[in-house]
């Protein structure tokens, strides 16, 4: 427990470190969002999740403690007509320790290109996309302690300028016991980082318009400046109960601490009725300043059979004056 704590506390202090700016100044803001359907309508209090593909994402240390072999993907229609999508497959490799491969993509489809002079478009189209890959391993400690690293590559791109970077997570889950207390933290997003370059920064420049005889059509390049990642600190804590062979019930919180915005909790419960039927709610980033998020729900179905098992998880979540998203999740264990 003493080196639980400690872990915590130094993540904690490195990230405090590094989190000198707010909202609106880091990219690969895509990062955060939580793929789950399972765990989004837990609130997103996923730091102490273990036995889904997808928790390696809330807590890489969830890695080491994989049930089985598996994939889950994840679709979501998100804000404003984007979609999200994310994949995930774990291996389980024995004494060796677990694997752990995700895909996250997010695209915007098809926008008209308009300026001041025509408004109504110009007649060409963008698309924004992001893309990025992982990679990540765990390891059980022993039985109550396990740790987990991911490393992931991601790309921006809008028309024709794009960015890239790399970015680490690290994650420690403690289970007191089976039935008893876990204690998660991980620090995600940790990276290079980037700035956006492109032929869209390549333009036509005049240095000096009010001089008589100066070419306007020199060729010149803009410079971005370069920004970090969204660095952000969770820690969480969970409790399971077994009320009977029927019933059993999951409480979960998660303190949050990122780089660009403030601090806030998120708090959320499971409800599995016969190990197959499963309900769930939960409120998300309280405390958050001028949040637009809040109140999340969500349903699952599992069947497990002798060797593989099968899921699928759904997810409500309100985002105030940004509407509604909507997340499904389908897994395969093997």
């Given at each position: 427990m003493k080196r639980i704590l400690l872990i915590c506390a130094a993540i904690g202090t490195a990230t405090t470190i590094f989190a000198q700016s707010k909202s609106g100044t880091s990219v690969g803001q895509f990062l955060l969002i939580e793929p789950s359907a399972r765990i989004a309508g837990m609130g997103n209090a996923g730091a102490t999740v273990f036995d889904d593909i997808q928790s390696a994402y809330y807590n890489p240390a969830a890695i080491g403690l994989f049930p089985q072999s598996g994939v889950q993907v994840t679709h979501s229609p998100w804000i404003a007509d984007i979609a999200y999508d994310f994949a995930a497959?774990?291996?389980?490799?024995?004494?060796?320790?677990?694997v752990h491969a995700t895909v996250t993509s997010l695209n915007s489809g098809e926008i008209d290109v308009r300026t001041v002079a025509k408004p109504l478009g110009t007649g060409e189209r963008y698309t924004v996309s992001d893309l990025a890959f992982g990679l990540g391993y765990g390891r059980r400690?022993?039985?109550?302690?396990?740790?987990?690293?991911?490393?992931?590559?991601?790309?921006?791109?809008?028309?024709?300028?794009?960015?890239?970077?790399?970015?680490?997570?690290?994650?420690?889950?403690?289970r007191v016991s089976e039935s008893g207390l876990h204690i998660g933290a991980s620090i995600s997003n940790f990276g290079t980082r980037a700035r956006f370059d492109g032929t869209d920064l390549r333009v036509a420049y005049d240095q000096n318009t009010d001089r008589y005889g100066d070419n306007g059509s020199l060729a010149a390049e803009l410079f971005t400046d370069d920004f970090p990642l969204p660095v952000l600190f969770r820690v969480g804590m969970a409790m399971p109960f077994t009320i009977d062979d029927n019933n059993k019930i999951i409480l979960a919180a998660d303190a949050f601490h990122p780089s660009d915005n403030t601090e806030s909790v998120s708090v959320g419960a499971e409800w599995t009725f016969l190990n197959i039927l499963c309900f769930r709610g939960g409120y998300q980033n309280l405390f958050l300043k001028d949040s637009e998020v809040g109140l999340t729900l969500g349903a699952g179905l599992k069947y497990q059979m002798t060797d593989y098992g099968l899921s699928f998880d759904y997810a409500w979540a309100d985002h105030g004056r940004l509407e509604k998203t909507h997340r499904m999740t389908l897994g395969v264990l093997f």
């Open positions: 497959l774990g291996l389980i490799l024995g004494d060796f320790g677990n400690i022993s039985e109550q302690f396990s740790v987990g690293i991911q490393i992931t590559y991601l790309r921006e791109t809008i028309w024709h300028s794009s960015m890239s970077a790399f970015a680490v997570n690290v994650g420690t889950l403690y």
